[in-house]
Each structure stands twice: as structure tokens, then as C-alpha cells.
């Protein structure tokens, strides 16, 4: 009975939590803060990427100002005796409606006028000739006059900016609904061209555009609010000059913009007059660069009955914005894009109401999970979870590839994943209690990671080992016994100072992933590859052993500072053995007690390669595998061979000078030459070749250290071969 008020104590208490979550997440999704909305909108841009709008050729084209034009017919801005002549092939090639994505707001300065006052060196009646012929912009707006020109607006947001006179046609806006000035994306003011242009343009359009938080443009502003004034975009613009409409017809309701209408096309957008892209990938089909134009290099019917934008891709003139299909696209392919979709009827949409479609799988996928989740099982349980999500993505991906349709299923997926997170967080906290218990009993005497693994499988509680390759490791203090005499009247001082020697070396092994099995009095015992799994424990092991080496040198220079010189303390010096191997590795011990340990020839290797190190007068000695392994990362050097107990075989044993730059040291390669060629002559019992290769050796080894190893040598030649002369 008891078991069961718990579990309903715990499962109301996740549901009662899940239910609070619920409602905040709900409101969370109303307010809509920024972090919300980038997320929705990256997934919008999945989507696209994935399924990008099939491009329909024969309907758009663009004159491109891009780079080579630039070379080909000088800076920007061209003369308008250029543009005008622009228009004029554009008209005879065929095109419908020419729209400009590029603002001509300041007379031409190379107009023979111009020229007239600003150029140097000319006579009176030059001058006067100039003046009496046609400016460039004349030129130009009697161009556009004879054309079928839609002349593009800037919106301006510049404190401070003032706005240039109104001129020209103005578009006609019809309205249905509520004011949509209250819902458009406005510009303070908006820049125009030339009253002599806008004079001659049959249309005018704004092509600014605004970039959602992350600067991304995925919406295009079809018709927006600058100076006070509803203004069209410059490709809605282009399509009611084309349908040859006299207004644009505004849908509208209590929530925003409903759709836009021009001719036989009604657009729908969202609530402030902005159509959703659906971008077909960049295509340079599109593109017409403007000097073949200019100079006839393009085919005859590449403007045959299209509608020409002309704008720019060269990055020096700053029109390159970021997609979700490319990070810098022309600003004049947004325009493109837009007709395009529009004139294939495959714009996207995501109308107002797809909030409330949200907020409603939200809270029908969170409230099935709350219900659920006491009366089955963690299996059960995330398979419905994952059902539901499945579904939810399998809906919106149709919506988007099958309605246009943009719905978000990102909150929902995520909304429902936080509370399914809280219902298996109550669950969790009853087992990580059990843990806590093991960790408390056990933390006192065993490995941080021996403890973290038995709290996960407390089964492992019990004696016994299992038999793994293991890299061990002793180390040892030299004259600790004239040490501690020297601390016989100050024990404290004693413990201070091994516990000041021991915290860095175990940092030192704990740190390449090595396990402490136990402190000796001064000495210490690690091991690695248990209890986890280390594949390079033995080059972790050697990483260790000069780290260890390292932090021995700072605290004896901290020492030597801290007693201002005084060496009546002699410095501290370790030694340290290395061995790999098969080993038994458990908890041994009795019922009531029992320690995690390694057992076997290895470890008793590893302790008798440390206790060596003073006979050979090296820091570090290691067993042949241990050296075979790290030949590859440490500078080794073979020492000598022991003969080990319950083995016939001789076991090679080794000194590591240094780190893998070692290893390549002329020096140290020719020193390995000589010391195997030593090797070779003292087992060989040539005395008299032997002593003389340990001359050559040493005077290589002296730069390694390695004064005190030949001079072990050179005394048992001397040994060895006395006793010889002496049998004779």
C-alpha cells in the first residue's frame, strides 16, 4: 500500500509540474520572444533547402551590373545615355516591363551641361555648345517614356533625412478591410529618383527590404508604408503595369494583412503585407550581364516576352543580402524570386491563424504525454512520444511541400520534449537518491570514477576481479628515512610536507586518466585501464611519470625559496617504475571491507623497476611492453635485463630520456646506437670492448643524465673482469 501511494504521490507531482510547464511554455509562445522566433524561422529554412521551389524559366530575366560590365563600361554609376540605350535593346528584345532595383536620385554628372562648367580648357563657344545640347537625364526619361518602365524607390530610415519632393504617378491602393497602415512595415522616408524620371516612369515601386532578426530575408515587404504614404513593392508594381491595373486591392482584418490582389493575381502574405519567398536555387539562367546587352552578344530571344529587372551581383556596390538558400544573393533576386512564385502561383503562405494551429499541438501533444505517462511503461512511454512527433513533422513537411503552407513544428516538438523531460525527471530522482546512498557509503575509500561506476551498477558490490592489460605504477621518495630524521622533532612539519609533495603528483595521475590505488607511507601506487577503459593508458602512464617529474622541480624550487637558501632540507627525489601487463583487478578484501586493487607479476615488475632506479641512477625505469608501446611518443633507451622470478626468459627493462621531439635528436639517435652496441659487447663478456663503448656513450650521455647508469657499468667491468684475472 505504502508502494502505491508513492508512485501516485510521485506521478501527481510530475503531472502537476507538467501542467505548470505547460501553461508557461503556452504563454511563452504568445509573447513570441526573440530565441523563439530565430528557431522557428532556421526550421522554415530546412525546409527550403530540402525542397526548394522548382525554377520556372521564360518568365523573369535580369539585366546584371555585375563585374565584368563594371570593367567592360567603366564605374558605377554609368552615364544615363548607357541606361537609356539599356532600355531601348530591352524593349526591342522583347521584354514586357522593365523594373529598376537601382535608384537614380542626383542629375548625371557627366551631362554636357555638367561638362560644360566643370571641365578645364575649353573655349567659350565649346562651352556653349555643350549647354545647348540634351542633358543625359533628358535622354534617359525619354527612354523610359517610350518604354514600359517601373523605376524603383528606397525606403529611408536615417534619422534626420529629408525626403525628396514627390513626383510621378502614384499607385492607386484600394482597401478591404481595416486600415492596413496600422499593420505595414513602415520607412520614415523614402528616397526617389530625378522628377525628370519619375516624370517618364509609368510605375514606381520600393524595393527595400528588411531582414528578419537574424538577418536573414525570408520575407519581402509587397507593400509597405513610407512617408505616410502605402507604397507598392517594385515587382508588385511590375505586375500591375504588366496586367495593366489601375490600383492594388488590400485585404485586411483585426489580426493584419489577409492578401493582395493586382490584376488576376491575389497574393496572400502575412499580417504586415510581407509574402513568404519560396527561393528556387540561384541560377545564373536568369542573368544577362549588361554589357553583352549593350553589345549585342546575347541571344535574340533571351528578353522575348519576359519581365527585365535590371540590378546588380557585384559585391562593391553592396546589394548582396543572406538566404536560406545562399549566404549572399543579389537583392535584385528577391524580386525575381517574388514574380517568379507569384506568376506560377507557388508563393508560401502562413496566414495568422497558424499561431493558433500551434498552440493547439502544443498543448494536445503535452496533455497526451501527462495523461499517459503514469499508466505505462519508460518504453511505452517514448514510443508514443515518438509517434506524436513523427506525426507532427509529417504534417508540417505536407503542409509546406503540399499547401505552401508554413506551419512550425518546432515549439510543439520542443514543448512536449520538456515535459516529457520533467515526468522522467520525477522517476530519476528516486534512483539518483539510491546512488547518493552509495556515494556517501563509499566515496571515503575508493576512485571518484570507481565510485561514479558503482553507483550506476551496484551490483559490482561484491569480491572478485577480472583479468585486463593494466599499465601500474610506483613511485618512490629517496632518503626519505634522513628526511624524516631531520623532522624527528616536528611530526606536523613531516605530514605537511608529504601531503604538499603528494597533492601535485596525484593530480599529475589523475589527470591522464589514472586510478590511485594507495598510498605507502611515501610512496604511491596507480594504475590505468580500469575501472575505465583507456586505450592509450600506456603512453598516459609515461605522461604521468614527467609530469610528476615536473611538479617535483617546482616544489623543490618553491622549498628552496620559501627557507630563503638554507639547504639544511635536502631536495626531494623520486623515483619511478613502470610496467604493462595482464593483472587481476577487483575488490579484494573481506565481507566488511574491501579495497578496488590490481594483483600480479606486472605489479610486482612495476614495484621492482622503481626500487631500481637508484641502482641505475635514472628517474623513470619501464618494462619492455610498457617501452615497445611509447616508442612511438617517448625518446627510450634500453637499461639492461633482469631475470624475473617464475620466468626463464630475461626481461628487457628500459629508461625514457625524453619526450617524441627527443627521438629525432642526432644526439640522442647515435647515443642509442652506441649504448646497444655496449649492451651487445657486456653481454657478450668482451670487457675491454665494452669499457670502450661506455667512454663513447657517456659522452653523449651526459647531456641525458645518464652519468651515474655508466658508471654502473664501468664498475662491474671492473668487477667482473678482476675476478676473471684472478681465476686465471
Same mark, same amino acid.
Given at each position: 500500500?505504502?508502494?502505491?501511494?508513492n508512485k501516485a504521490r510521485r506521478f501527481g507531482t510530475g503531472r502537476i509540474v507538467g501542467l505548470?510547464?505547460?501553461?508557461?511554455?503556452?504563454?511563452?509562445?504568445?509573447?513570441?520572444p526573440g530565441p523563439v522566433e530565430v528557431v522557428r524561422l532556421k526550421s522554415l529554412d530546412i525546409?527550403?533547402?530540402?525542397?526548394?521551389?522548382?525554377?520556372?524559366?521564360?518568365?523573369?530575366?535580369?539585366?546584371?551590373?555585375?563585374?565584368?560590365?563594371? +570593367?567592360?563600361? !567603366?564605374?558605377?554609376?554609368?552615364?544615363?545615355?548607357?541606361? &537609356?540605350?539599356?532600355?531601348?535593346?530591352?524593349?526591342?528584345?522583347?521584354?514586357?516591363?522593365?523594373?529598376?532595383?537601382?535608384?537614380?536620385? @542626383?542629375?548625371?554628372?557627366?551631362?554636357?551641361?555638367?561638362?560644360?562648367?566643370?571641365?578645364?580648357?575649353?573655349?567659350?563657344?565649346? #562651352?556653349?555648345?555643350?549647354?545647348?545640347?540634351?542633358?543625359?537625364?533628358?535622354?534617359?526619361?525619354?527612354?523610359?517614356?517610350?518604354?514600359?518602365?517601373?523605376?524603383?524607390?528606397?525606403?529611408?530610415?536615417?534619422?534626420?533625412?529629408?525626403?525628396?519632393?514627390?513626383?510621378? /504617378?502614384?499607385?492607386?491602393?484600394?482597401?478591404?478591410?481595416?486600415?492596413?497602415?496600422?499593420?505595414?512595415?513602415?520607412?520614415?522616408?523614402?528616397? +526617389?529618383?530625378? =522628377?525628370?524620371?519619375?516624370? =517618364? &516612369? *509609368?510605375?514606381?515601386? $520600393?524595393?527595400?527590404?528588411?531582414?528578419? #532578426?537574424?538577418?536573414?530575408?525570408?520575407?519581402?515587404?509587397? /507593400?509597405?508604408?513610407?512617408?505616410?504614404?502605402?507604397? %507598392?513593392?517594385?515587382?508588385?508594381?511590375?505586375?500591375?503595369?504588366?496586367?495593366?491595373?489601375?490600383?492594388?486591392?488590400?485585404?485586411?482584418? *483585426?489580426?493584419?494583412?489577409?492578401?493582395?490582389?493586382?490584376?488576376?493575381?491575389? /497574393?496572400?502574405?502575412?499580417?504586415?503585407?510581407?509574402?513568404?519567398?519560396?527561393?528556387?536555387? %540561384?541560377?545564373?539562367?536568369?542573368?544577362?550581364?549588361?554589357?553583352d546587352l549593350v553589345r549585342d552578344r546575347m541571344p535574340a530571344d533571351a528578353l522575348a516576352g519576359?519581365?527585365?529587372?535590371?540590378?546588380?551581383?557585384?559585391?562593391?556596390?553592396?546589394?548582396?543580402?543572406?538566404?536560406?538558400?545562399?549566404?549572399?544573393?543579389?537583392?535584385?533576386?528577391?524580386?525575381?524570386?517574388?514574380?517568379?512564385?507569384?506568376?506560377? !502561383?507557388?508563393?508560401?503562405?502562413?496566414?495568422?491563424?497558424?499561431?493558433?494551429?500551434?498552440?493547439?499541438?502544443?498543448?494536445? $501533444?503535452?496533455?497526451?504525454?501527462?495523461?499517459?505517462?503514469?499508466?505505462?511503461?519508460?518504453?511505452?512511454?517514448?514510443?508514443?512520444?515518438?509517434?506524436? =512527433? =513523427?506525426?507532427?513533422?509529417?504534417?508540417?513537411?505536407?503542409?509546406?511541400?503540399?499547401?505552401?503552407?508554413?506551419?512550425?513544428?518546432?515549439?510543439?516538438?520542443?514543448?512536449?520534449?520538456?515535459?516529457?523531460?520533467?515526468?522522467?525527471?520525477?522517476?530519476?530522482?528516486?534512483?539518483?537518491?539510491?546512488?547518493?546512498?552509495?556515494?556517501?557509503?563509499?566515496?571515503?575509500?575508493?576512485?571518484?570514477?570507481?565510485?561514479?561506476?558503482?553507483?550506476?551498477?551496484? @551490483?559490482?558490490?561484491?569480491?572478485?576481479?577480472? *583479468? +585486463?592489460?593494466?599499465?601500474?605504477?610506483?613511485?618512490?621518495?629517496?632518503?626519505?628515512?634522513?628526511?624524516?630524521?631531520?623532522?624527528?622533532?616536528?611530526?606536523?612539519?613531516?605530514?605537511?610536507?608529504?601531503?604538499?609533495?603528494?597533492?601535485?603528483?596525484?593530480?599529475?595521475?589523475?589527470?591522464?586518466?589514472?586510478?590511485?590505488?594507495?598510498?605507502?607511507?611515501?610512496?604511491?601506487?596507480?594504475?590505468?585501464?580500469?575501472?575505465?577503459?583507456?586505450?592509450?593508458?600506456?603512453?598516459?602512464?609515461?605522461?604521468?611519470?614527467?609530469?610528476?617529474?615536473?611538479?617535483?622541480?617546482?616544489?623543490?624550487?618553491?622549498?628552496?625559496?620559501?627557507?630563503?637558501?638554507? *639547504?639544511?632540507?635536502?631536495?626531494?627525489?623520486?623515483?619511478?617504475?613502470?610496467?604493462?601487463? +595482464?593483472?587481476?583487478?577487483?575488490?579484494?578484501?573481506?565481507?566488511?571491507?574491501?579495497?578496488?586493487?590490481?594483483?600480479?607479476?606486472?605489479?610486482?615488475?612495476?614495484? #621492482?623497476?622503481?626500487?631500481?632506479?637508484?641502482?641505475?641512477?635514472?628517474?623513470?625505469?619501464?618494462?619492455?611492453?610498457?617501452?615497445?608501446?611509447?616508442?612511438?611518443?617517448?625518446?627510450?633507451?634500453?637499461?639492461?635485463?633482469?631475470?624475473?622470478?617464475?620466468?626463464?626468459?630475461?626481461?628487457?627493462?628500459?629508461?625514457?630520456?625524453?619526450?617524441?621531439?627527443?627521438?629525432?635528436?642526432?644526439?640522442?639517435?647515435?647515443?642509442?646506437?652506441?649504448?646497444?652496441?655496449?649492451?651487445?659487447?657486456?653481454? &657478450?663478456?668482451?670487457?675491454?670492448?665494452?669499457?670502450?663503448?661506455?667512454?663513447?656513450?657517456?659522452?653523449?650521455?651526459?647531456?641525458?643524465?645518464?652519468?651515474?647508469?655508466?658508471?654502473?657499468?664501468?664498475?662491474?667491468?671492473?668487477?667482473?673482469?678482476? /675476478?676473471?684475472?684472478?681465476?686465471?
Amino acid at each position: 500500500m505504502a508502494s502505491v501511494l508513492n508512485k501516485a504521490r510521485r506521478f501527481g507531482t510530475g503531472r502537476i509540474v507538467g501542467l505548470l510547464l505547460l501553461v508557461n511554455l503556452l504563454a511563452l509562445r504568445i509573447l513570441d520572444p526573440g530565441p523563439v522566433e530565430v528557431v522557428r524561422l532556421k526550421s522554415l529554412d530546412i525546409y527550403q533547402l530540402i525542397y526548394p521551389r522548382a525554377e520556372r524559366q521564360g518568365l523573369v530575366a535580369i539585366v546584371d551590373i555585375d563585374e565584368q560590365s563594371l +570593367r567592360a563600361l !567603366g564605374q558605377w554609376p554609368w552615364p544615363r545615355t548607357i541606361m &537609356a540605350e539599356i532600355v531601348a535593346k530591352i524593349i526591342e528584345g522583347g521584354g514586357t516591363v522593365i523594373g529598376f532595383d537601382v535608384l537614380f536620385p @542626383e542629375p548625371d554628372r557627366s551631362s554636357p551641361e555638367i561638362a560644360a562648367e566643370t571641365f578645364q580648357g575649353l573655349d567659350e563657344a565649346t #562651352r556653349e555648345k555643350l549647354r545647348h545640347l540634351p542633358s543625359n537625364d533628358t535622354i534617359f526619361a525619354d527612354a523610359i517614356r517610350a518604354s514600359t518602365v517601373v523605376l524603383g524607390h528606397s525606403g529611408y530610415r536615417v534619422s534626420g533625412a529629408v525626403p525628396t519632393a514627390q513626383a510621378g /504617378i502614384q499607385t492607386g491602393i484600394a482597401t478591404l478591410g481595416p486600415d492596413p497602415r496600422l499593420f505595414l512595415v513602415g520607412f520614415p522616408h523614402l528616397l +526617389r529618383n530625378l =522628377a525628370v524620371l519619375d516624370e =517618364a &516612369a *509609368q510605375g514606381h515601386g $520600393m524595393f527595400s527590404v528588411a531582414p528578419d #532578426r537574424d538577418g536573414v530575408v525570408r520575407r519581402v515587404p509587397v /507593400i509597405a508604408v513610407a512617408d505616410g504614404t502605402i507604397v %507598392p513593392s517594385l515587382s508588385l508594381e511590375m505586375l500591375r503595369v504588366a496586367t495593366g491595373s489601375n490600383a492594388v486591392l488590400v485585404k485586411t482584418d *483585426q489580426s493584419g494583412v489577409r492578401s493582395i490582389g493586382v490584376g488576376a493575381f491575389e /497574393i496572400p502574405t502575412d499580417g504586415k503585407g510581407r509574402v513568404w519567398l519560396h527561393y528556387s536555387p %540561384p541560377s545564373m539562367a536568369r542573368y544577362i550581364p549588361a554589357v553583352d546587352l549593350v553589345r549585342d552578344r546575347m541571344p535574340a530571344d533571351a528578353l522575348a516576352g519576359k519581365m527585365v529587372l535590371i540590378g546588380s551581383s557585384a559585391a562593391g556596390l553592396l546589394d548582396l543580402k543572406v538566404t536560406p538558400v545562399h549566404p549572399a544573393l543579389p537583392g535584385v533576386e528577391l524580386h525575381a524570386q517574388l514574380l517568379e512564385s507569384t506568376l506560377a !502561383g507557388a508563393t508560401l503562405s502562413r496566414p495568422s491563424y497558424t499561431a493558433f494551429i500551434e498552440l493547439a499541438l502544443t498543448t494536445l $501533444m503535452s496533455v497526451l504525454l501527462i495523461v499517459q505517462a503514469p499508466k505505462v511503461n519508460a518504453g511505452t512511454l517514448f514510443a508514443l512520444g515518438g509517434a506524436t =512527433a =513523427a506525426i507532427t513533422l509529417g504534417v508540417s513537411w505536407y503542409c509546406f511541400t503540399g499547401l505552401d503552407l508554413l506551419i512550425d513544428c518546432t515549439f510543439p516538438l520542443l514543448s512536449s520534449f520538456l515535459i516529457y523531460a520533467v515526468l522522467v525527471c520525477t522517476n530519476y530522482v528516486t534512483i539518483s537518491a539510491d546512488r547518493y546512498r552509495i556515494r556517501s557509503a563509499f566515496s571515503q575509500y575508493l576512485s571518484p570514477d570507481l565510485v561514479e561506476q558503482l553507483a550506476q551498477s551496484p @551490483e559490482k558490490l561484491t569480491l572478485g576481479g577480472e *583479468q +585486463r592489460e593494466l599499465t601500474v605504477l610506483f613511485s618512490d621518495v629517496r632518503g626519505f628515512t634522513a628526511i624524516s630524521e631531520l623532522y624527528k622533532d616536528d611530526p606536523q612539519g613531516l605530514t605537511a610536507l608529504i601531503n604538499r609533495l603528494f597533492t601535485p603528483l596525484t593530480q599529475d595521475i589523475m589527470k591522464r586518466r589514472g586510478t590511485i590505488d594507495k598510498y605507502m607511507g611515501d610512496a604511491i601506487m596507480a594504475f590505468w585501464n580500469a575501472p575505465l577503459t583507456d586505450p592509450n593508458h600506456e603512453v598516459n602512464a609515461c605522461e604521468a611519470a614527467f609530469a610528476m617529474l615536473d611538479s617535483l622541480r617546482a616544489l623543490n624550487e618553491q622549498h628552496r625559496r620559501d627557507v630563503g637558501g638554507d *639547504q639544511a632540507i635536502p631536495p626531494l627525489r623520486i623515483g619511478i617504475g613502470l610496467n604493462t601487463g +595482464r593483472c587481476v583487478v577487483g575488490n579484494f578484501g573481506s565481507d566488511l571491507h574491501f579495497n578496488y586493487s590490481v594483483l600480479g607479476d606486472t605489479v610486482n615488475l612495476a614495484s #621492482r623497476l622503481e626500487g631500481l632506479t637508484k641502482q641505475y641512477g635514472v628517474p623513470i625505469l619501464v618494462g619492455e611492453k610498457t617501452a615497445q608501446a611509447v616508442r612511438a611518443h617517448f625518446a627510450v633507451l634500453e637499461v639492461d635485463h633482469l631475470q624475473v622470478r617464475g620466468k626463464l626468459d630475461l626481461e628487457r627493462i628500459f629508461t625514457i630520456l625524453g619526450h617524441a621531439h627527443v627521438i629525432k635528436d642526432p644526439d640522442f639517435v647515435e647515443l642509442v646506437e652506441r649504448n646497444d652496441a655496449m649492451l651487445a659487447a657486456y653481454r &657478450a663478456s668482451n670487457w675491454t670492448q665494452a669499457l670502450e663503448r661506455i667512454l663513447l656513450c657517456r659522452a653523449l650521455g651526459m647531456r641525458f643524465g645518464l652519468d651515474d647508469y655508466y658508471e654502473l657499468y664501468i664498475q662491474r667491468i671492473q668487477h667482473r673482469s678482476s /675476478i676473471s684475472m684472478t681465476s686465471r
